[in-house]
DNA sequence: TCGCCATAGGCGATTCGTTG
DNA sequence: CAACGAATCGCCTATGGCGA
């Protein structure tokens, strides 16, 4: 990203609860239309159906159309900045959320990759990333699920909560095209496309006792270099990343086989059992017969 | 942007002891 | 015997500084 050019802002909200639905409808405007000037206490999300409408957050001037989609902040004014000379249309949708937060595009890509790690610290860390402003390409699924949300808002429901879950639903929707969409953009790009690459091969490799050496001679990056290129992308160091990769497989490993810790461990490529068990106690806060004790009846029958 | 060097701290192997 | 922890120690990695 060039320096000075607008920044890809995310909203990211924690999904353990489903957001609060306030309300929704599918807006069509008059001829000559613009949006009025208002500073509310809830997020809107509008998703652009027909037309163009000019709407402007704080200083930022955003173009709704087919495809588009923005969420409006709390607590900021927003207006139309310019008169919409057709008629536009828009499905829009007021909803309350705790504990959210604005992220950059940095922050986004990061968590991209190392969705595990970060799960793992946090306990139970699962969210919704959907960009302030973006535009989706695949709407279908988008506009299904917002009919839907519409019909369950204005039928007799017997609860309101199905509104609030299909509004998460949408936004899981909007975060999985985003990731979609931005993994495609990275692929794309010459340096990424081979970093995305090396990520692979370490995947692939992950049970061959690869070190930070061996990534390096395969992809012509000097170690040196290759450490920090690293660590400034995903956030973590590369031997982080490896080990995460090493205990996330063997968990699945611990649950899905009858393999003794020595097997599952020299299969992840350690000569040596005892520092598996010490690096497991150590990410996961128990040991892997703890773990495999603790999880393993809930398992069995997942094929 | 990339590579080299120095170095602190973490990694990984080894040994030994404990438990069930 | 299998599983795990503690202690130890050499080596590797991460990182700041420097320079091409």
């Known amino acids: 990203m060039k320096r000075g050019e607008n920044q890809m802002k995310f909203l990211k909200i924690p999904i353990d609860k489903p957001l609060t639905h306030v309300s929704s409808g599918h807006f069509v405007s008059p001829i000559n239309w613009s949006h009025s000037k208002r500073n509310i206490d809830s997020f809107v999300l509008i998703v652009g159906l027909q037309g163009t409408a000019y709407i402007q957050q704080d200083k930022e001037k955003y173009e709704v159309k087919p495809g588009n989609v923005l969420i409006l902040l709390p607590y900021t004014t927003h207006f139309g900045y310019e008169i919409s000379k057709e008629s536009v249309s828009y499905y829009w949708c007021h909803f309350y ?19 595990k790690i970060e799960a793992s610290i946090h306990n139970d860390c699962n969210y919704v990333m959907v960009p302030i402003y973006s535009s989706y390409t695949n709407t279908d699924r988008i ?28 936004m899981m929707e909007l975060t999985q ?58 956030g973590i160091s590369l031997i982080k990343y490896i080990n ?60």
């Open 97 to 115: 959320c705790k504990n959210s937060s604005i992220v950059d595009e940095s922050t986004f890509t990061k968590e991209l990759f190392v969705p």
């Open 143 to 170: 506009n299904i699920l917002f009919n839907q949300l519409l019909h369950v808002a204005y039928s007799d429901y017997y609860t309101s909560y199905g509104a609030s879950y299909l509004l998460t639903l949408i």
């Open 177 to 234: 095209q985003t990731i979609s969409d931005h993994i495609q953009k990275l692929k794309d790009d010459e340096t990424n496309g081979k970093f995305i690459k090396m990520l692979e091969w370490i995947r692939i490799n992950i049970e061959n006792n690869i070190s930070v050496c061996d990534i390096a001679r395969e992809f012509n990056y000097n170690p040196d270099y290759l450490s920090r290129m690293f660590k400034q992308k995903i």
């Open 244 to 303: 995460s990769l090493k205990i996330t497989k063997a968990k699945k490993m611990l649950l899905c086989s009858d393999n003794s810790i020595k097997e599952i461990a020299y299969k992840l490529g350690f000569t040596d059992e005892k520092y598996f068990m010490k690096l497991f106690k150590k990410m996961e806060n128990i040991t892997p017969t703890q773990y495999r004790n603790a999880f393993f009846y809930t398992h069995m029958n997942n094929h």
